[in-house]
């Protein structure tokens, strides 16, 4: 329940831009300003960050509010999985980051692996689709849907990208200081299970 006032913020967040986007009434547009305002202010109170960098996050966004992809490719080799060490936060996550318009999720995770890891991959198989609502991950403004996809190494060798300090694989028992934003210990475990049953179905909450 300690999180509660952020799944607040952002219904009241989400519910605001719904009606921007949809209403055409002058006195409608007001009270949903408002709306958002309030929002704003909420998550102002209990983080870190100011009301302009709040405002500047929630104001950039227009249209109907949908949760936003995220795809995280896992690639296994000897029985361990690939990771790569963030810049961000020097800690380690699933090579992947949010899905560019234009771009299929195999063409994004392909995409990825090779700019954070120098992996030349070929995408097989969703393995699962993780909703950040229904798991530990650090409070966050946005709901992320993680979609985990299984790919293999064509060609290519270890090589950081502009947003990576750290290329390595690891075993299931020795995990790293992980992302937490971008993946838990738990989701990790999980894809493992892939590894000892391949028939195994997609994972999706």
Not at 6 to 29: C, H, P, R, V
Not at 173 to 202: M, V
Request: glycine fraction near 4%.
């Amino acid at each position: 329940m300690s999180d509660k006032w952020l799944e607040w913020a952002k219904q009241i967040q989400s519910l605001a831009q719904a009606g921007l986007t949809f209403t055409n009434d002058m006195y409608d547009k007001e009270r949903y300003e408002q709306l958002r305002t309030l929002s704003i202010e909420i998550m102002n109170e209990y983080t870190d960050h100011n009301f302009e960098s709040i405002r500047d996050l929630f104001a950039n966004e227009t249209g109907y509010q949908t949760p936003k992809v995220d795809v995280r490719g896992v690639v296994f080799k000897n029985d361990r999985i690939l990771m790569v060490r963030e810049k961000h936060d020097d800690a380690w996550a699933l090579p992947g980051g949010f899905c560019d318009v234009g771009e299929s999720p195999k063409e994004n995770v392909t995409k990825e692996i090779l700019e954070e890891a120098g992996f030349h991959v070929e995408a097989k198989k969703l393995l699962a689709v993780f909703d950040t609502n229904k798991h530990a991950h650090p409070p966050q403004p946005y709901q992320y849907y993680k979609l985990c996809i299984q790919c293999e190494i064509i060609s290519g060798e270890a090589s950081l990208g502009m947003e990576t300090k750290g290329i390595d694989f690891f075993a299931e028992d020795n995990l790293p200081n992980l992302s937490l934003n971008r993946n838990t210990e738990i989701q990790i475990k999980r894809l493992f299970e892939f590894l000892r049953d391949p028939e195994k179905p997609a994972l999706f909450d």
